[in-house]
T-cell receptor, first 110, second 114 residues
Framework: DQQVKQNSPSLSVQEGRISILNCDYT??????FLWYKKYPAEGPTFLIS???IKDKNEDGRFTVFLNKSAKHLSLHIVPSQPGDSAVYFC?????????WGAGTKLIIKP | KAGVTQTPRYLIKTRGQQVTLSCSPI?????VSWYQQTPGQGLQFLFE???????NKGNFPGRFSGRQFSNSRSEMNVSTLELGDSALYLC?????????????FGPGTRLTVL
């Protein structure tokens, strides 16, 4: 029973364009959502988060949008850069546990 | 400040054996969490230790256990290894724990069970 789903295993985007990564969840009790980025042979690194009381949070090139009625969040990266090529995980917090999606591999084409 | 370190980085074991993985958190961090990552799966939460006490536990069998020492270093043990235990095991540390502040991950230990 996957409570957090990232339905796109991979995404290819041209350098300079917008990358949009999507995440769906089923548990309305999640109160906090996070995005992590992972390079090969490294652990995930925190990117950006959003509380369930907000619908948008921005940090430089990264913006996370939360649509609670649709139980959907998305990460926008503008403009996309070659160094953004990585696997992106969304995670949701509930009862002091993080439930993770399976990840989306983002490939930025030059 | 040194990051989270995990040892060993790679490990090969055979079915039925047991294994111990080690995690050293960032200095000052009191919480250490462990995750299992298998291909095509997100990170699966194993357990969290905070100030030497297990604070939370995921849905894994009792073969998976852990502990935390007074210096916050943590070990994870898997007994009677199965082929399905082959995975990347990640640990993460934070000051106050999951859901309260950012978790910082180590590079992981790649366990292969033959």
């Amino acid at each position: 029973d996957q409570q957090v789903k990232q339905n796109s295993p991979s995404l290819s985007v041209q350098e300079g364009r917008i990358s949009i990564l999507n995440c769906d969840y089923t548990n309305s009790m999640f109160d906090y959502f996070l995005w992590y980025k992972k390079y090969p042979a490294e652990g995930p690194t925190f990117l950006i988060s959003i509380s369930s009381i907000k619908d948008k949070n921005e940090d430089g090139r990264f913006t996370v949008f939360l649509n609670k009625s649709a139980k959907h969040l998305s990460l926008h990266i503008v403009p996309s850069q070659p160094g953004d090529s990585a696997v992106y995980f969304c995670a949701a917090n509930s009862n002091y546990q993080l439930i993770w999606g399976a990840g989306t591999k983002l490939i930025i084409k030059p | 400040k040194a990051g989270v370190t995990q040892t060993p980085r790679y490990l090969i074991k055979t079915r039925g054996q047991q294994v111990t993985l080690s995690c050293s958190p960032i200095s000052g961090h009191r919480s250490v969490s462990w995750y299992q990552q298998t291909p095509g799966q997100g990170l699966q939460f194993l357990f969290e230790y905070f100030s030497e006490t297990q604070r939370n536990k995921g849905n894994f069998p009792g073969r998976f256990s852990g502990r935390q020492f007074s210096n916050s270093r943590s070990e994870m043990n898997v007994s009677t290894l199965e082929l399905g235990d082959s995975a990347l095991y990640l640990c993460a540390s934070s000051f106050n724990g999951i859901g309260t502040d950012t978790q910082y991950f180590g590079p992981g230990t790649r366990l292969t069970v033959l």
